[in-house]
């Protein structure tokens, strides 16, 4: 009990740091989110799916991405598999915060639909099913970064921006036509529990894949300091070094 305690703070703690370490790109992407869920309603045509879908994405890109940049860039993994912690748990927490994204850009979108009738523009409008399936687009892509940042790194996971910039031109095109809109609203509610429930299983495979690439990148990295400590400590005994 008091281990799963324990690692429960480790957990908290590890999702902290990646707020605390990026405060200046995670204030600003709730900025920006905020923004975008506001701006799209002062539109000729206004589009609540884009709009809900750019929060999603601002948001992961100046938190979860920030973040990913800046541990790899600081060699802050290096300190974090050091410390008594599971290495699992470092991942499970970069998952956890891309999950906790959903839930602030919910909250901000729920924010900009008090704002907008202050100033008399209608409040923002999507469906359920909409929601869910957008929701279900975001954690499919959260799948792929986070596997492709933990398998290889960074700059190739960014690579997948390409991905956003697709899924925005289809969103933009398909849903600016409101039978369409409604098409996806009176979907059948089994089909949608279906489509979410195959990306968090998803979610899942690829947070499994993602800690078993970091655990054994940890391991080669302990093999090689190991064995770079065993040649110093040679050349130092041969007075080369």
Known sequence: MKDNFNRIINIKNLMLKDI??????FMLGIAFSLFACIAFQFDSDPNPTLALYMSLMVLFTNFI??????EEKDNIYNYLKAIPIRKTDIVLAKYLNSIL??????LLYFLASIILPLFG???LMIG???????????ILYCSIYLFIFFKYNYSSAQNTVLIVFILMFIILKFFKNKAKIHLVGILRIDLIYIVILMSLVLFLISYKLSSKYFIS???KDSIKSSFNLKIK???????LS
């Open 217 to 219: 990148k940890s391991n």
């Open 233 to 239: 400590s040679i050349l130092e005994r041969m007075g």
């Open 121 to 123: 523009i209608n409040s």
């Open 101 to 106: 994204v959903i839930l602030i850009t919910f």
């Open 128 to 138: 359920l099913n909409l929601s869910i399936l957008l929701i279900s687009i975001y």
């Open 65 to 70: 991405g920030k973040s990913c940049s800046s």
């Open 20 to 25: 605390i370490f990026n405060q200046k790109p």
